[in-house]
């Protein structure tokens, strides 16, 4: 049984077409479970800490299929790290304070007319990128039926208009 495990998935870094494949698929189908473990949090808010969770498992994965580490141990290792992702997570239901330095805040950076300039400097964005969404998101280059923008935990940019 093994021998045949090893025929058909090689081991180390000498595989063929055709175990580089049968890896893949394996691979694949272990990454659907880890998403499914993993939550819809780490695929669905794309938050800088959910992000480090997609590029590690995407590193981690690709190493089993290319043959780089070995598979069982890229696998685990693939398991450790969404776990410490729910683990982190649960903390972040727990505590507010735990939730403010994984995730960070919002931040307005417009409202009432005003830019905040304290608020954009923190953040790293500019005028431009906020006029640049304000155009994206209504349609109109101008900020007078916009009565807030805020920037999200995770980089997005909601624009608030005015009531009518």
Known sequence: MMDAIFVLF???RTLDPLQMALRSIA?????LVLIRVSGRRSFGQRSPFDSVVVILLGATLSRAI???SPFIATVAASFVIV?????LAWACMRSRRFEV???GVEREVFSDGAFNAR????ALVTRT???E???QKTGSRSLDNVAAAILERNGEVSVIRKRA
Do not use: K, P, S
């Open 10 to 12: 090689g081991q180390g």
């Open 27 to 31: 691979v694949f189908v272990i990454a």
């Open 66 to 68: 290319v043959g780089a």
């Open 83 to 87: 776990a410490c992702h729910r683990m």
């Open 101 to 103: 330095l994984v995730g």
């Open 119 to 122: 608020e954009m400097r923190a």
């Open 129 to 131: 990128d906020i006029e």
């Open 133 to 135: 969404t304000v155009r």
